[in-house]
């Protein structure tokens, strides 16, 4: 879900102007974080998880599954439990980035202690069954990675066209009903993101072959260069953003085991990845991938041309390998140093100033990566903030990557 900040979201143009201003201050901000908390011990290790749904209508008389657009109004009905007990729920509800789907947590976090893996799914049942209250007799919550036909014609209910020439996404496919409509965050990131790259995003996936394919796979690559004729072409965050998947959340006991639980979870994500995996079906169409990962990467993928090597650098100063949603760059701990063996792009000065101020090497070139890749969503309220205290520029470069 990401920091979900209130306010009122600045165009493109108007954030481009503050880059180096949230830079810098996101800068300042980590360095007073790090020294007021590097020394913080006795905290207990806490986690928790995030089941992403998406909310399904069916007509059995059709035969037809659509995505409902009711996560605003069912996220109302779930969020006055807490607005009269913040303290005492089993459950938390949250947006997503569909208007089709909502996020569901424990209403605290679980512990270190084997008892507590003990709870984990009576507390995931509960959230089920307390989410099913509101739904309408044809209704389901699925905890299905991507829904097949996302894309296709008439796959909301009510049912909303693609507007390719207006609007947050300008989709061939994607249209902005679809997006989450009570928090600015969602259609504010899917515009950003486009009008910095300069262009729509383009994900093209290969069509899973058999002696019934066809080629080409649509006429979508008769309406965009980016479309290639023999792949699934998908051109908004919404076909990244919009899948779901199964999160965990941890507070380490200090940063030194926060950073060797990064480095340990490196090579075990990718395992779980591969063990459960479950999104083949892409616009309505058999995929040859199964992972909804490099999906989600390219529909968030921000860089201009320059960035991805295309021109020569002239407006931008790096060119970068890869989308801001991405695997990691480096390891963090000292144990894990001598795995850093691929090349790192980073802001020179900003490592230095990190280095300068009291950061050891390997978290200050992590965090000089960072700050390579402009922010691409900042509300007017939070643009000049009082760095000893608040926190938000570091937390939206980061959150953001």
């Given at each position: 879900m990401g920091l979900l900040t209130e306010g009122s979201p600045l165009s493109w143009e108007e954030t481009k102007k503050f880059a180096n201003h949230v830079r810098e201050h996101g800068v300042n901000q980590f360095i007073n974080l790090y020294k007021r908390l590097r020394d913080r011990q006795g905290d207990v290790l806490k986690w928790g998880d995030e089941v992403e749904y998406v909310i399904v209508?069916?007509?059995?008389?059709?035969?037809?599954?659509?995505?409902?657009?009711?996560?605003?109004?069912?996220?109302?009905?779930?969020?006055?439990?807490?607005?009269?007990?913040?303290?005492?729920?089993?459950?938390?509800?949250?947006?997503?980035?569909?208007?089709?789907?909502?996020?569901?947590?424990?209403?605290?976090?679980?512990?270190?202690?084997?008892?507590?893996?003990?709870?984990?799914?009576?507390?995931?049942?509960y959230r089920r069954e307390e989410v099913q209250k509101y739904l309408s007799h044809d209704e389901a919550i699925l905890t299905l990675t991507s829904f097949p036909r996302l894309g296709c014609e008439n796959f909301t209910d009510p049912p909303c066209k693609p507007t390719p020439n207006e609007g947050a996404t300008r989709s061939l496919f994607f249209p902005d009903e679809a997006v989450f409509p009570g928090h600015p965050r969602f259609k504010t990131l899917s515009r950003n993101i486009r009008?910095?790259?300069?262009?729509?995003?383009?994900?093209?996936?290969p069509i899973y072959r058999d002696i019934n394919t066809v080629i080409p796979v649509d006429d979508s690559y008769l309406y965009s260069k980016a479309a290639?004729?023999?792949?699934?072409?998908?051109?908004?965050?919404?076909?990244?953003?919009?899948?779901?998947?199964?999160?965990?959340?941890?507070?380490?006991?200090?940063?030194?085991?926060?950073?060797?639980?990064?480095?340990?979870?490196?090579?075990?994500?990718p395992i779980m990845l591969a063990l459960t995996a479950a999104s083949p079906l892409h616009r309505g169409f058999i995929t040859d991938v199964d992972c909804r990962w490099n999906i989600i990467s390219g529909s968030v993928d921000c860089r201009t041309e320059e960035e991805r090597g295309l021109k020569?650098?002239?407006?931008?100063?790096?060119?970068?390998?890869?989308?801001?949603?991405?695997?990691?760059?480096?390891?963090?701990?000292?144990?894990?140093?001598?795995?850093?063996?691929?090349?790192?792009?980073?802001d020179e000065a900003i490592f230095e100033k990190l280095k300068n101020g009291g950061i050891d090497h390997l978290l200050a070139?992590?965090?000089?990566?960072?700050?390579?890749?402009?922010?691409?969503?900042l509300f007017s309220e939070k643009v000049h903030q009082d760095d000893e205290k608040d926190t938000d520029h570091f937390e939206w470069r980061h959150d953001e990557t």
């Open positions: 209508k069916f007509d059995s008389e059709k035969k037809q599954a659509k995505l409902s657009l009711r996560a605003k109004d069912i996220l109302d009905e779930l969020n006055e439990k807490e607005r009269q007990d913040p303290t005492g729920v089993k459950s938390l509800w949250r947006p997503e980035y569909g208007a089709y789907m909502i996020e569901g947590t424990p209403g605290k976090p679980y512990g270190g202690l084997m008892a507590h893996f003990n709870i984990v799914e009576a507390n995931m049942k009008e910095r790259r300069g262009e729509k995003v383009a994900i093209n996936l290639l004729p023999d792949h699934v072409y998908m051109d908004a965050m919404g076909f990244g953003m919009g899948c779901c998947c199964l999160q965990l959340t941890f507070q380490a006991c200090n940063i030194q085991e926060a950073r060797t639980l990064y480095d340990q979870l490196a090579p075990l994500c020569p650098l002239n407006e931008n100063k790096f060119v970068i390998s890869k989308s801001r949603y991405d695997s990691i760059d480096s390891y963090l701990s000292p144990q894990g140093e001598k795995y850093n063996d691929v090349p790192l792009v980073y070139q992590h965090v000089a990566h960072l700050f390579i890749r402009d922010t691409v969503s």
